[in-house]
């Protein structure tokens, strides 16, 4: 069983930072793509950036320059850093994993599909206000 804990969400003003964090847990945990999915109010869940354990990420066009996402093996957590923050980031702000497993190709942890990952922290809101 894989759990996920999301911390570091809040209210900022526009133009500000946040820092958020998704510890994993789980037995035998090795290799895993990491997620960060957002829902802004009334919308549908829009993939945020995703790390390979093992090295690359990949960022959403709309956070690129802005957030970096990065993963210390050492804690199996990982984080999420948001600059430049606007009003168009107000959403709840999720972690996901999903597991490697042998036959994935080199570009595994590269799509923003919601539906390859099946293990969910429960969510950290940010609001940005104006």
């Known amino acids: 069983q894989v759990r996920l804990v999301e911390s570091g969400g809040g209210s900022v003003q526009s133009g500000g930072s946040l820092r958020l964090s998704c510890a994993v847990t789980?037995?035998?945990?090795?290799?895993?793509?990491l997620g960060w999915f957002r829902q802004p109010p009334g919308k549908e869940r829009q993939g945020v950036a995703t790390?390979?354990?093992?090295?690359?990420?990949n960022l959403a066009d709309s956070v690129k320059g802005r957030f970096t996402i990065s993963h210390d093996y050492t804690k199996n957590t990982a984080y999420l850093q948001m600059n430049s923050l606007n009003i168009e980031d107000t959403a709840m702000y999720y972690c996901?994993?999903?597991?490697?497993?042998?036959?994935?190709?080199?570009?595994?942890?590269?799509?923003?599909?919601?539906?390859?990952?099946?293990?969910w922290g429960q969510g950290t809101q940010v609001t940005v206000s104006s």
């Open positions: 996901a994993a999903r597991l490697w497993a042998p036959g994935y190709s080199g570009s595994w942890c590269s799509p923003f599909s919601a539906a390859d990952f099946g293990y």
């Open positions: 790390i390979d354990t093992a090295g690359p990420s």
């Open positions: 789980g037995n035998g945990l090795r290799r895993y793509c």
